[in-house]
């Protein structure tokens, strides 16, 4: 069993930067894929960026790309998420996510651990 617990959440002004992180229990955090999914208040959680086992691969959503970038050291079993350019859409409580596989996955269902959320609110 994989646990995951994000951080780096906060209060930013439109325009500027935050990096999250999530930390994994356990051993297998190399072998897992791991992928950030937020939700905000009254609509469903979405998908965010995803990173295969390796780091090799990434993927992202279009309202992100280009803002968004995903990371992991599987050395200190933690994926990031630097995000810069923020603006008050991407207002949202940010989950991690993990699953066992070589790949990224992009879909909620894809994925078996999650973490409790951290909380990113951008100013206008």
């Known amino acids: 069993q994989v646990q995951l617990v994000e951080s780096g959440g906060g209060l930013v002004q439109a325009g500027g930067s935050l990096r999250l992180s999530c930390a994994a229990s356990?051993?297998?955090?190399?072998?897992?894929?791991m992928g950030w999914f937020r939700q905000a208040p009254g609509k469903e959680r979405e998908f965010v960026s995803a990173?295969?086992?390796?780091?090799?691969?990434?993927y992202y959503a279009d309202s992100v790309k280009g803002r968004f970038t995903i990371s992991r050291d599987n050395a200190k079993n933690t994926v990031y998420l630097q995000m810069n350019s923020l603006k008050p859409e991407d207002t949202s409580v940010y989950y991690c996510?993990?699953?066992?596989?070589?790949?990224?996955?992009?879909?909620?269902?894809?994925?078996?651990?999650w973490g409790q959320g951290t909380q990113v609110t951008v100013s206008s």
């Open positions: 356990g051993r297998t955090f190399s072998a897992n894929a």
């Open positions: 996510a993990g699953r066992a596989g070589d790949y990224y996955y992009t879909r909620f269902s894809d994925y078996d651990y």
């Open positions: 990173i295969s086992r390796g780091g090799a691969l990434t």
